[in-house]
């Protein structure tokens, strides 16, 4: 079959999207695999699937697949794509969209200004949420943070876990530059503490309104940017005590804002989103 799509990114975290609504999509890991590969395929961090809603309360569901084929609950960057999207080809004339997830509902708007900001809901903060198995691990509390010293190769990581729909766990670290992300990262993403693999966020604080963030995505491994690690960085900092809404996030691909006023309240995501072309290719 020929398959229509568009590549976009948002923040450097570059997506396939592909309406679903228009199209008949019954891909295996496989096909998402080869869709994904930048020498093979196209190329993506995630591919984004943008279908119909039988609720008439939703507007469209939302699906996200990794590069390595998985289908995963959240991806906050794909998710301003994903309004940017269902806009420019005239699938909706609303600023505001309400979109199902696999793990619950967002709301996406988009300004005149073309700056996207979404909902992503209230985050979870315990480590049953996150998949996590705290048993007999060595924990210290920091303001409201519960910090886990998690056992890698050659030391022991201090992580707090965030659940943004998906799994975070957060470090917080000195020089981002010189941290070694490309393996310490892996090391997280797939440790057997987590049932589910987990997404490693490493964040430096520049002040309490700014940070430097480095992911290193489940399934994708280290992205340019990562929406949903951007939120959870600062949830997490702000219950260290360390940082105060709004936050300024910088990762490679760019900036993202993010804000949040504490327990039991949502997160607000907003950036840019940016469509590069559209193509057709052979399945």
């Known amino acids: 079959m020929k398959l229509k799509f568009t590549k976009m990114h948002g923040a450097g975290n570059d997506f396939i999207v592909i309406d679903a609504i228009h199209q008949t999509i019954n891909f295996s890991a496989e096909q998402w695999r080869f ?53 420019d080809k005239g699938l909706t004339s609303k600023s505001t969209i309400r979109v199902q997830t696999m793990k619950g509902v967002i709301e996406p708007s988009i300004a005149a200004d073309g700056r996207i900001t979404v909902n992503m809901g209230v985050p979870r903060l315990l480590p049953h949420e996150c998949d996590f198995d705290t048993d007999q691990l060595p924990v210290r509390e920091q303001a409201q943070a519960a910090l886990w010293s998690l056992p890698l190769a050659n030391h022991a990581a201090e992580v707090n876990c965030v659940s943004m729909g998906n799994p975070h766990a957060v470090q917080v670290v000195t020089d981002i530059e010189q941290h070694p992300v490309a393996t310490e990262g892996p090391q997280i993403e797939s440790h057997p503490r987590f049932a589910k693999r987990v997404n490693a966020g490493f964040m430096q604080i520049v002040d309490p309104h700014q940070i430097h963030l480095r992911v290193y995505e489940r399934g ?55 469509s590069v072309f559209d193509g057709e290719i052979e399945i």
């Open 220 to 274: 994708a491994g280290e992205t340019l940017a990562c929406g949903t690690g951007a939120c959870a960085a600062v949830v997490s900092g702000i219950r260290r005590g360390l940082l105060q809404s709004p936050v300024e996030v910088h990762m490679r691909g760019g900036d993202l804002t993010i804000k949040w006023d504490g327990d039991a309240q949502p997160v607000y995501l907003s950036g840019p989103a940016v």
């Open 35 to 87: 869709l994904a590969d930048r020498r093979f395929g196209i190329g993506a961090d995630q591919i984004l699937v943008v279908e119909s809603s039988s609720d008439p309360a939703i507007d469209f569901r939302y699906r996200i697949y990794n590069a390595d084929g998985g289908e995963v609950e959240q991806c906050g960057n794909g998710s301003r794509a994903f309004v940017r999207f269902v806009v």
